[in-house]
């Protein structure tokens, strides 16, 4: 089967990080985001993964190409010249999606799930119509697309609004889709948005279908939404008793739900956890305390920290008896002084913060 997924947007929404880094490769779970997706596919029968890419395509090429052998797929990049939205995609890469007359998987490359592609594949050859969408439920629906069914149907999709100003339902598209390739004939190649034209078109014509998710989802486009994400995703991870979280038995293990690369290295009498994850040759020194946060590659923590609610960009550094909280985000390269206080700082790249920030801003 075939797959498409798209990798392009600017991602400012996961600012500073995307600053140095496409949001697609952002490490989340200590994997590239997008690693997480190539793998299910793979793992789904998956042979032919378009990348539909129109920002910083060479940084892409050269991450995910190493995924073809690791994976055993075929990894195409369809380049855009102008941003061509979360439709317009598909058409560019009507070669290869329109092959032969199976049906494709489209992904947002920001979602994170227990990606269920056999059982998606399955249901949608069932219902035998053009789309379906797999749908997830949330509290706060308004900042995604939101579906409605027919009354007399359990899956056939009655009304599509994306981002809805008023409150129509909290089910909500979850950014994965399979699709017939007779789609790609609804769709114009300039720049056009699947959630806006080509979905309620197709629900006119009765043709989109839903197919509910189970377990945990979220879109991890979001600082805020990127910290829930991976509590979420290290929680699916201690059901399965994984081997990637550390040990409860580790001494400084608090709560559990910690991940932790091997290269990264823990000073004494520290307290992790939980829901925390430490990536490739982080150091931390001793005594500190660390909860719900996400520490990137080569980052460092000195003695004495408090972090919570905080993602710590690469290669950053955060003072002695620093406080981190409120979602705040170390762009690459940041460094915090000794003893200074960060609530819910964005701080950009290369930037060195000497003085507290007492209320969520952006440092420039
Ligand atoms: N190739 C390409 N070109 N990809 C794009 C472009 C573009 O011009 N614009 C956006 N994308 C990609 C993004 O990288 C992302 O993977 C996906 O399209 C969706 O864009 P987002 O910017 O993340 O959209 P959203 O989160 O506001 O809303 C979408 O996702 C929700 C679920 O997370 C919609 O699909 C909603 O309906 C959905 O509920
Ligand atoms: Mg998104």
């Known amino acids: 089967m075939k797959a498409l997924i798209l990798v392009g947007g600017f991602g400012t929404r996961l600012r500073p990080l995307t600053l140095s880094l496409p949001k697609p490769l952002v490490e989340f779970g200590n994997r590239p985001m997008i690693a997480h997706q190539i793998e299910a596919l793979a793992q789904a029968g998956v042979t032919d993964i378009v990348l539909a890419v129109n920002y910083r395509p060479e940084v892409m ?43 494709f998987f489209v992904l947002n490359s920001d979602v994170i799930c227990e990606y ?35 009354p007399d149907h359990p899956s056939r999709i009655d009304r599509f ?25 609804r769709i114009e190649l300039r720049p056009t948005s699947i959630e806006q034209e080509t979905f309620p078109a197709m629900v006119t014509d009765g043709e989109l279908h839903s197919f509910d998710l189970d377990g945990f989802w979220m879109d991890v486009g979001q600082p805020k939404d990127f910290l829930s994400g991976t509590c979420l995703y290290l929680s699916s991870l201690a059901k399965k008793n994984s081997k990637a979280l550390a040990s409860t038995s580790e001494s400084w293990v608090h709560g559990g739900n910690v991940m932790v690369d091997e290269s990264a290295k823990i000073g004494k009498n520290c307290k992790i956890g939980p829901n925390v994850v430490i990536g490739p ?59 200074v206080y960060c609530n819910g700082a964005s701080v950009l790249p290369h930037k060195s913060i000497k003085q507290n920030v007492d209320v969520p801003a952006i440092i420039m």
């Open 61 to 103: 090429t050269a991450a995910l190409k190493k995924y073809e052998e690791q994976y055993n797929v075929k990894i195409e990049f369809s380049v855009e010249t102008e941003p061509l939205g979360t439709a317009g995609p598909l058409k560019l890469a009507e070669k290869i999606l329109g092959r032969g007359d199976e049906p």
């Open 116 to 150: 269920p592609f056999q059982q998606l594949a399955e249901f949608h050859k069932q219902h035998g119509q053009e789309g379906t969408i797999v749908v997830t439920k949330v509290e706060e629906p308004s900042k995604y697309g939101v579906i409605v069914h027919k």
């Open 281 to 339: 040759n982080v150091v931390i020194g001793d005594g500190v305390r660390l909860q719900r946060c996400v520490l990137l590659q080569g980052s460092k923590v000195k003695e004495h920290a408090w972090v919570k609610s905080t993602i710590v960009g690469w290669n950053s550094t955060i003072g002695r008896w620093a406080r981190m909280e409120n979602v705040s985000v170390l762009g690459d390269d940041v460094t915090i002084g000794d003893e």
């Open 161 to 185: 609004v994306e981002k809805p100003v008023e409150f129509v339902g909290n089910r909500i598209n979850a950014g994965i889709y399979i699709l017939n390739p007779s789609v790609l004939s």
